[in-house]
């Protein structure tokens, strides 16, 4: 179980990848207003690594919630450590993909497969108790 810990401790972290890569790509950061920062940069790499950053938060509660309730309802650990290890690969890549301005068709792609493991967590956490 340690491994899809380890996964939700990443898929945690995500989000402050993404931010500290916007961060560092538009001009000379302002702490003391920083959506109005955001909202003034030129360069898309920012808006795209923001977003990027906004789309790792939503998709953490979903994960975390899915390891947790599949855990308690006794679903095989190494299913669950398979479907973590799957999330975080698939979330780094939708990362880079967005991050990068590579064809939203990838990243879509990347975004659904790591659904699909959240849904499989979830899904089969259900079964088991049912």
């Known amino acids: 179980m340690a491994i899809a810990y ?5 898929a945690a972290l995500l989000p402050y990848v993404w931010v500290t890569v916007a961060k560092s790509s538009g ?4 702490n003391r ?5 955001t909202a003034r940069q030129a360069n898309p790499r920012v808006h795209r690594a923001n977003a990027a950053q906004f789309n790792s938060y939503e998709a953490f509660a979903p994960f975390a919630a899915g390891v947790i309730l599949a855990q308690l309802a006794g679903v095989a650990a190494d299913r669950i450590a398979l479907l973590s290890i799957l999330f975080v690969l698939f979330r780094i890549v939708h990362g880079l993909v967005y991050v990068a301005g590579w064809k939203h068709a ?3 792609l990347a975004w659904f497969a790591a659904f699909i493991c959240v849904l499989l967590l979830l899904g089969q956490a259900a079964l088991q108790v049912a």
């Open 27 to 30: 001009e000379r950061y302002d």
């Open 106 to 108: 990838v990243r879509s």
């Open 6 to 10: 380890w996964c939700v401790l990443i």
């Open 33 to 37: 207003d920083p959506r109005g920062w």
